[in-house]
C-alpha cells in the first residue's frame, strides 16, 4: 500500500494539518489508513460547524462522536484515540477535551454504534411513515413494489412491470425476471391503485414532453417508464425500459429528501417486507417459525430453498434486536434449525 497516496487522496478540513499528522505517525499502514479514514469522517461534521476538530467544544466532541456512524466499538473507539493525537500534534496536550471525553465516556461509547441491521430494517409503522411524507405516486409505488416482493435480477421484474397483468380480483401481479421466468406476486390493494395512477400518470407525461417524447417509452408498456428519467437500456425485446442505475439514483434522493431514510434501498426494502412477511404469518397462526413455516413465505417470493437456513438467521437476529425473543422461547434456535 502506498500509505501517503492513499492520504492524499482522502478529503478533510484542514487539509495541511490533518495531512502533515498523519504523514508523522510512528503505526503500521493499517492503522495510519484507518485514523486517516477517521479524520476523513469527521470532515462532515467540521464542514457542519465551519471549524477544525482541534477548535471542539465538549458538547460538539459529544455530538460528533454521536454522529460519526461507525458500525463497530474498535473503530469508533480508534476514533477517537486519532483526535485525541491530532490534538496534542497541533500542541494542544494541556486543554485536550478530547482526553477528558474519553476519560469520562470511554467505557459508554458502544451505545453512539450503529447497528445497521437494524437501520435498514422497515417496519410496518415506518413504511407507512414513510409513504404518508413521499409526495409522488412513482416514488412511492417503486417502494411499496419492492416491498411487497416485485425484485428480479437487477431489478428486472420492477422495471419491466405492466398493469395489464394485474389481477384486481385476486390482487395478484404476474412478473417476468431476466431470465424470462413469470411468477405471481400478491399485491396489496394500495400498490394496486398506485400503479394504476402511475401508469396513467406518466402517459401524460409522455404527450406533453415533446422534448423525450420520440426518444424514450413512447410505446413501451411498463409502468415505470417516465419521461423524466435520463437514463434506459434496451431489454432482449429491444424495447426501451428504465435502467437499474436510474432506479439506484431515485433511491439516493429518496435518502438524501427524508428523515430516516438513509438506509433505504431496494434490497432493504424487499428483506424488510419479508421479515414483516415472516413473522406476520407466524402471529396468526399460519406458520411456524422453523425450516418449514419460512420455506413456506420465501417460495412466495420466488427464492430457492438453498436460501432458507439463512433467513432462520436471519429472523433470529432481528428478532434479538427487536427485544422480541418469546417467539423463540419455546424452541432453541438449533432446534429450529433442525425442524
Known amino acids: 500500500m502506498d500509505i501517503q497516496r492513499e492520504i492524499e487522496k482522502k478529503h478533510y478540513y484542514n487539509r495541511e494539518n490533518k495531512i502533515d499528522f498523519l504523514l508523522n505517525l510512528d503505526d503500521t499502514e493499517f492503522t495510519i489508513d484507518k485514523k486517516a479514514y477517521a479524520l476523513q469522517k469527521v470532515s462532515k461534521i467540521e464542514d457542519e460547524l465551519n471549524k477544525d476538530i482541534m477548535d471542539f467544544t465538549y458538547d460538539e466532541i459529544e455530538y460528533t462522536m454521536k454522529h460519526l456512524e461507525y458500525r463497530h466499538i474498535m473503530n469508533l473507539n480508534l476514533a477517537l484515540e486519532t483526535f485525541v493525537e491530532y490534538v496534542d500534534y497541533l500542541g494542544k496536550s494541556k486543554n485536550n477535551l478530547y482526553r477528558k471525553y474519553k476519560r469520562k465516556n470511554g467505557e459508554s461509547l458502544q451505545k453512539y454504534v450503529v447497528d445497521l441491521k437494524l437501520e435498514k430494517y422497515f417496519s410496518e409503522d415506518k413504511l407507512d411513515k414513510l409513504l404518508n411524507e413521499i409526495e409522488t405516486n412513482r416514488e412511492k409505488g ?16 420492477l422495471r419491466t412491470l405492466k398493469v395489464e397483468n394485474i389481477d384486481e380480483i385476486n390482487k395478484m401481479v404476474k412478473v417476468m425476471d431476466y431470465d424470462k421466468t413469470e411468477r405471481y406476486v400478491e399485491i396489496s390493494d394500495k400498490l394496486i391503485e398506485l400503479l394504476f395512477l402511475i401508469d396513467k400518470e406518466e402517459s401524460v407525461v409522455l404527450k406533453d414532453d415533446k422534448r423525450y417524447r420520440e426518444r424514450y417509452f413512447e410505446t413501451t408498456p411498463y409502468v415505470f417508464r417516465s419521461a423524466e428519467y435520463l437514463s434506459v437500456v434496451r431489454n432482449i425485446d429491444g424495447e426501451d425500459i428504465v435502467s437499474n442505475h436510474t432506479i439506484n439514483s431515485i433511491f439516493k434522493s429518496i435518502q438524501k429528501t427524508y428523515q430516516d ?16 412477511r415472516i413473522l406476520k404469518e407466524y402471529s396468526m397462526g399460519k406458520i411456524d417459525l422453523n425450516y418449514r413455516g419460512i420455506q413456506k413465505v420465501l417460495e412466495e417470493y420466488g427464492f430457492s430453498k438453498s436460501g432458507v437456513y439463512g433467513w432462520i438467521r436471519k429472523v433470529n437476529d432481528l428478532l434479538e434486536r427487536l427485544g422480541s425473543l418469546k417467539v423463540m422461547e419455546e424452541d432453541s434456535f438449533k432446534e429450529l434449525l433442525l425442524n
Do not use: D, M
Request: glycine share 10%; with cysteine; proline share 3%.
Open 142 to 157: 417503486l417502494i411499496l413494489a419492492l416491498y411487497e416482493g416485485i425484485r428480479g435480477k437487477h431489478l428486472y421484474e
Open 261 to 276: 431514510c438513509k438506509y433505504l434501498t431496494p434490497v432493504s426494502l424487499v428483506n424488510s417486507g419479508i421479515y414483516n
